[in-house]
């Protein structure tokens, strides 16, 4: 069992940055891929992007292509994401996702954190 803790959420005003925080209950980063979704209200969650576990890998979402990273730390076992120049668009609630099999933008991911929120004021 995988626990998944994320951290690094608020307010922030547009063209700001945040960066979140994913930490992990065992060391799964070698062998796992590590990715982030989000939520806003009334919407259904929606791939942001991911860290394969092949290569370290990375992939993102149109959307945030270009202003997102993932980044990971092993010896913390934690897995960022650095949001810069933040839009209105990009409030929701975010989630982090871990999984040894899966390599998608789909939310068929094993294990979930709680979410935290990410609100970005015009």
């Known amino acids: 069992q995988v626990q998944l803790v994320e951290s690094g959420g608020g307010l922030v005003q547009a063209g700001g940055s945040l960066r979140l925080s994913c930490a992990a209950s065992?060391?799964?980063?070698?062998?796992?891929?590590m990715a982030w979704f989000r939520q806003a209200p009334g919407k259904e969650r929606e791939f942001v992007g991911y860290?394969?576990?092949?290569?370290?890998?990375?992939y993102f979402a149109d959307s945030v292509k270009g202003r997102f990273t993932i980044s990971k730390d092993n010896a913390k076992n934690t897995v960022y994401l650095q949001m810069n120049n933040l839009k209105p668009g990009d409030t929701a609630v975010y989630y982090c996702?871990?999984?040894?099999?899966?390599?998608?933008?789909?939310?068929?991911?094993?294990?979930w954190g709680q979410g935290t929120q990410v609100t970005v004021s015009s």
């Open positions: 065992a060391h799964t980063f070698s062998s796992y891929t």
């Open positions: 860290m394969s576990k092949i290569a370290d890998r990375t």
């Open positions: 996702a871990v999984d040894p099999k899966t390599i998608a933008t789909i939310p068929n991911y094993g294990y």
